[in-house]
């Protein structure tokens, strides 16, 4: 029986992991963390029955605890926990299903402990691709991954030469406001800007997608999982998120993954890789589909994807920068602090006063997340809206 550890249990994708698990049958999950919802975490580690759960604070450890004191389980706290849990001997595979570069150091303490990796934390490749995929090799693991736009050029690869790749084409719906002006952007509001028109994802996800940054993270993230250059990546929107993503080949030939959008099928994928087990649910019925459209992203409105091409190019610690500053932009829109055009503005001016440093260590990448946050908290308080 696999034997897995998740990192983030109680997120979109922490939960939609759990439900294929609990469809499987045939997967113990043996650990779980949860920052926060302590509530949650309770009602899992009570039916999935892991051996160790970690919270994000000692007092929310003590509080489950008490919650649990009728189950054989131990509960652990913090960064020391979630390293504990990335390096569990009983299991084969660690889902880093956490938001936010609080995940780099349990992956590459997984990847040190031989574990393979189902990646769902973006922050640890955009921030330290350099670090991780070397290291990955070096333990000779898997980083298999979970975004449905990655898992499809993935599993278009599988089987196939990395010579004969001449791009790898990455879809985007283009998120709610896909055709709208900047003038539109102007005054758009946090809950128009959570309806994304096809998945379910968490808020932050969800925010990104609207600005385009998600998919800049994806195309940074793209660059170290294949392998390949950032000119042989290119965004195409296809807005009812049917195809997942393309990769063209050296003789014009161009190979596509479809489904519906449903994150449940590159999870389960990940957790089975390299087999194929049967899922249920929905599937596409091509008698009942018209037509799929595509269009080039508006790279001048929505300057999300083109300021993470920047941050790329100029690459080592700038990455971070981007990253951290996006995060922190995020989360003041969604508390009602700054507008929505604002999430580009602070990441430009984040990355203006940054210089980079060229292959950067973890803790240089750590340290620059504190500095970005430090700026960009400082940049919030004086154009808060409230």
């Known amino acids: ?7 983030g249990s109680t997120g979109s994708i922490g939960t939609q992991t759990l439900e294929v698990v609990r469809d499987s049958g045939d997967i113990e999950v043996v650990g779980l963390s949860a920052y926060s919802n302590i509530g949650l975490l309770e009602k899992q580690i009570r039916e999935f029955r892991p051996k160790l759960a970690v919270t994000g604070t000692k007092e929310l450890a003590e509080e489950l605890k008490v919650k649990a004191a009728d189950m054989d389980i131990r509960i652990a706290y913090g960064m020391e926990g979630l390293l504990e849990l990335a390096q569990m001997e009983e ?24 574990k393979d990796i189902a990646l769902a934390n973006k922050e640890t490749l955009v921030t330290a691709g350099h670090l991780i995929m070397p290291l990955a090799d070096k333990y000779g693991v898997q980083i298999l991954p979970v975004d449905s ?10 089987g196939e030469e990395k010579k004969a790749v001449s791009k790898l084409l990455i879809t985007a719906s283009g998120g709610p406001f896909r055709g709208k002006s900047r003038a539109f952007l102007e005054h758009v509001t946090a809950k128009d800007a959570l309806k994304h028109p096809n ?18 993270l994806e195309v940074i993230e793209a660059k170290w ?17 049917i195809i997942h993503s393309m990769v063209e080949f050296l003789d014009g030939a161009v190979i596509a993954q479809m489904g519906t959008p449903d994150m449940k099928l590159p999870i389960q994928y990940a957790l089975y890789y390299p087999e194929r087990k049967y899922r249920y649910g929905e599937r596409l019925d091509f008698k009942k589909l018209r037509e799929i459209t595509f269009d080039a992203p508006d790279m001048e409105t929505f300057r999300g994807l083109p300021l993470a091409i920047e941050a790329s190019r100029i690459g080592g610690s700038m990455l971070t920068v981007f990253n951290a500053a996006n995060e922190r932009a995020v989360d003041a829109y969604l508390n009602g602090k700054i507008g929505f055009l604002d999430i580009y503005t602070l990441i430009e001016e984040a990355m203006a006063a940054h210089r980079a440093i060229d292959e950067p260590q973890l803790d240089e990448i750590l340290a620059v997340e504190q500095d970005t946050w430090r700026i960009t908290e400082h940049w919030i308080s004086r154009h808060s809206q409230i």
Do not use: C, Y
């Open 1 to 7: 029986m696999k034997k897995i550890v998740i990192l």
């Open 91 to 114: 299991a084969g595979l660690v889902v880093t299903a956490v938001v936010g570069m609080i995940g780099i150091r349990p992956t590459v303490a997984a990847i040190q402990a031989g």
């Open 149 to 158: 736009e990655h898992s499809a050029v993935f599993q278009v690869l599988h």
């Open 199 to 216: 998945w379910a994802m968490g808020k932050k996800i969800t925010i990104d997608s609207a600005t385009l940054v998600n998919k800049g």
């Open 225 to 241: 999982l294949f392998g390949v250059a950032m000119d042989q990546i290119e965004v195409v929107i296809q807005p009812t998120s």
